[in-house]
């Protein structure tokens, strides 16, 4: 149908998701890596030895926390439910009713998600990296810039994958959220780190050759990043998961009926 | 035109609804069946929510299920209260007509239209959270019509609405139907569907009993003695002239000795014997009135 009712399914999904208290919970949570950093700060202020700079505090925020932690989680509770909310309210006829192909009001649906969370998480970033690296000075802000675009680009890479993998899991699975935890912050924290090709079928791997700190192998943080495939085979690897998760979705939705609680009533 | 055509759908072991055949034609046909019947599923199956699990469900020969073309043509009230229920009545059926395929500016016009066709007035600012059952009831008709459908399949649109509700809705399904457009209303409440249309389609226990107009379908009910009303002067000479007939199962007498009640197995048979009689003999008859020739009658016929 018309890209009117794309754009009208972008914008009502968007819209719900920022006045949700999913929405408001992931206000919160974006917001704890600047916490962190303000604590440096005031740690740095009232003379207390510390034993990381901005630099790399900023770098452990974004591996371990935004792209580690944030990224996982926020596209699991909205990418698992993008459906399933829908299915669970009953208001999945409204949409399956309407002359709309079901592959486009999903990807209209993914699409606002991850909109909504890239933006979220990428001024998480920025908070984060104007909070961290401020104790450095404003030479190390303007050193690290290009580290800041590559974090950027990154997250927004995670959130695009994970988005894609949970929106996925939330229409093959029965228990979306469960298989989700275990898959986003089992499987993917677990395989991520082991010798070997296992690796390269988790998302969290290639997020990690892409981040930039592992340019430089310095310190902890950057040893622990240290890539073991090209980028560019990173991008390919992410893009191929990425749109394998979405052709997947678009057949289940393509042939789902709409909601059980129909039937009950005669 | 919707066609249906042997459709069955299970779920699992459990059959919504088994091998329905009928077309849905111009005007308001009232779906009935008791709760469970089957009519929620034939609905969905219509709107395109369903897939059979065997037959076709089409509309104007193209299939239904998830297919953007026919589902166009196509306006569905489902029966659940469901809701996005943080927008405005407004803002909900605009959106719905957006999805439809309409501009901003059409859908938001077509909304507040649809609105005032189901008498939802000023209420349809009002956030769907804090509207009452009826007007909720009124909101989810004006989405089915926002887009000006030629089909609207409405699920017990009446449920929830006050008696005043009612007959707003009453008379815009039958005005719908005038129209033109092809109306199918599902309800378990045979005073609303004897209201709307005398067309209807009676399903139970997911199988379509009975199609057609109400007279139609209780003369087709030939199995079941139909009753008869009488009153006249000489009630014992008709009573012993008509309990020889075939067509008459039985008679039974009221209780001022002028009225009496026969069970008619063959109605034109009955008529024509009858008129015999009265032009042999004046039994001073009154009235002739059939008992069952409404959908009450029809329905505890046929579902028990």
Sequence with gaps: ?266 | MIRVENVSKWYGLVVGVNRISLTVEPGVTGLLGVNGAGKSTLLNLMAGLLQPSSGTVDLDGKALFANPESLKQLGYCPSPDHFYEDVTGLEFVAYMGRLSGLTPEQAKERARKACDEVALGEEAGKRVRGMSKGMRQKVKMAQALVHDPPVLLLDEPLNGMDPPSRAQAIEAIRRWGEQGKCVLVSSHMLHEVEAMTSRILLLHHGKLLASGEVPQVREAIASRPMHIFLRCADARSLASAMIGWPSVHAVSFGTDGKALTAEVTDMGEFRARLGDLMAERELGLEILNPLDDNLSAVFSYLVT
Excluded at chain 1, 229 to 258: D, H, S
């Design chain 1, 1 to 266: 149908m018309a890209d009117g009712a794309i754009l009208a399914i972008f914008g009502f999904t968007a819209r719900q998701m920022t006045r949700s208290v999913k929405g408001l919970l992931f206000g919160l949570l974006l917001a704890v890596p600047w916490a962190v950093a303000l604590l440096l700060r005031l740690l740095i202020w009232r003379g207390v030895q510390v034993p990381m700079g901005g630099v790399t505090l900023y770098g452990i925020l974004v591996l371990a926390y935004i792209v580690g932690f944030l990224v996982p989680l926020s596209t699991l509770f909205f990418g698992t439910s993008l459906i399933a909310d829908e299915v669970e309210g009953g208001t999945l006829p409204y949409l399956f009713g309407r002359p709309v192909r079901r592959e486009r009001l999903y990807l209209a649906k993914v699409a606002a998600m991850t909109v909504v969370l890239v933006v979220g998480s990428c001024v998480s970033v920025l908070g984060t990296y104007f909070l961290a690296l401020s104790i450095d000075g404003a030479a190390a802000m303007s050193k690290e810039w290009t580290t800041l675009l590559g974090d950027l680009g990154t997250t927004a890479l995670g959130v695009v994958a994970y988005g894609a993998l949970f929106s996925f899991l939330g229409l093959a699975l029965k228990k979306p959220l469960f298989w989700g935890l275990l898959i986003g912050f089992g499987w993917e924290n677990l395989v991520a780190w082991l010798p070997g090709f296992l690796k390269r079928l988790t998302l969290l791997f290639h997020l990690h050759t892409l981040l930039p700190h592992s340019a430089q192998p310095q310190g902890l943080v950057q040893q622990m990043l240290a890539a073991s495939e090209p980028r560019a085979a990173a991008l390919v690897f992410l893009a191929v998961y990425t749109a394998l998760f979405l052709f997947l979705g678009c057949v289940l939705i393509r042939r789902m009926e709409a909601s059980a609680a129909e039937r009950e009533e005669g």
